[in-house]
């Protein structure tokens, strides 16, 4: 395997895990914040009242956030062998030689970044982006919500573009695992 990628020349937004190029989902800070809040109060106020379940209250936003980091948070991987969409209970893996473009559509209310497959490759299961591509009638075979990735889908695109493009940049990608 050659050199692993220079996380100076990708957007600050990425992570580089183990020479995998992550993209990882934002956390919806917006709905997050004023539930643990809430929450936090109501623990407090219970345990000025005496009520020693406060504890459990003031405990159980903390341990949520951290479970739902770990487990339910969607990521986007460039391996060797393809792109790896990361999401509890799916793992699914779309390979390099079998995308023939990428590109960003709009789908309902999300923004896709989509992908067209090589003629005669069957297109995936268990994916909700591609039911909606096929909804208004996208010219694309699948994708992935790029709208809730870390930096966007203007990045996402580019960076997917420059490794579909470039075969040599793929090879110093690890192996995919799924």
């Not at 106020?45 to 969607?74: D, H, K």
Request: hydrophobic share 50%.
């Amino acid at each position: 395997m050659a050199e692993l990628p220079n996380p100076s020349e990708l957007p600050a937004s990425l992570t580089v895990k183990r020479g995998r190029i992550v993209f990882r989902a934002r956390r919806p800070v917006a709905l997050v914040i004023p539930l643990l809040a809430v929450t936090e109060i109501a623990g407090v106020i219970c345990l000025l009242v005496g009520a020693t379940i406060g504890w459990f209250i003031m405990a159980a936003p903390l341990i949520g956030l951290m479970t739902t980091a770990v487990v339910l948070r969607p990521a986007l991987e460039l391996t060797r062998d393809g792109l790896v969409q990361r999401q509890y209970p799916y793992s699914s893996l779309t390979r390099w030689d079998v995308i023939e473009s990428v590109g960003i559509a709009k789908a309902g209310n999300r923004v896709i970044l989509a992908y067209k497959l090589v003629p005669g490759i069957p297109p995936p299961r268990h994916q909700p982006a591609r039911d909606l591509l096929l909804a208004v009638n996208a010219p694309y075979d699948g994708g992935w919500f790029a709208d809730s990735l870390a930096g966007g889908p203007d990045e996402a695109l580019a960076v997917v573009s420059r490794y579909l493009e470039d075969p040599t940049l793929r090879e110093m990608l690890p192996v995919g695992r799924r």
